[in-house]
């Protein structure tokens, strides 16, 4: 229980469904079940399709987390082969490159960072990554960079702005509410950096509604 108190205590995140899916990250590890990470997953809709695809396999797995699958124990080569053929079908793929799966944890830490309620959205990055995946910022961002041809930063924009549409079509919050959620300090800075990513103003895209929205799986 001591390892377990550290680490809850090294989260920081005030988020519960956040905080269990870390604490199952943590505990499959210690129990040294087989790890597969899956590109493209970024929402509990993707959780259920690759579930459904396991069960449908009779794999039998723990619960799904984005981006991972524990199994309970390696399955076999002609298996593994169905598995993935299943997984890219719906739009899944798997990772087998160690380099290319820190780049979509990273891309994961990003997307929870976002959809969760976090204090303080204009958390800096750097000390974010270090306490989630325990590496030097300068190397993710580098490594990050050099795959994706973007800078971090430069993707969490565009999921900033993502969301932001997201918040415009469901017409729920006023633009200074939006603001205030995703951490910008005015109306006129989210203003500013939507219309640079969009070539639009937010009161115009709510005019033209969900279909100027990009699925996250293309960011």
Known sequence: ?????????????????????????????????????????????????????????????KPVLLGEVHLVEQIPALLKAELDSRLVSEGFEPIDNRKSRLIEQIKKALIELIKNEYPDKRINLSKYFAQQLNHDYSYLSNLFSSVEG???????????????????????????????????????????????????????????????RQSLDFL
């Not at 809709?45 to 449908?56: A, E, G, P, Q």
């Open 150 to 212: 973007k800078t971090i930063e430069h993707y969490f924009i565009q999921q900033k702005i993502e969301k932001v549409k997201e918040l415009l079509v469901y017409d729920e919050l006023t633009l200074s509410e939006i603001a205030y959620k995703l951490g910008y300090s005015s109306v006129a800075h989210l203003s500013s950096q939507f219309k640079k990513i969009t070539g639009l103003t937010p009161s115009h895209f709510k005019t033209i509604g969900s279909s100027k």
């Open 1 to 61: 229980m001591e390892k377990l108190s550290v680490y809850r205590h090294n989260i920081k995140s005030p988020n519960p469904a956040f905080l269990a899916d870390r604490i199952l990250c943590y505990f499959y590890q210690e129990m040294q079940t087989e790890i597969l990470y899956i590109k493209n997953m970024v929402c509990d809709r993707c959780k259920k399709t690759v579930t459904k695809i396991l069960c449908d396999l009779g794999i039998e797995h």
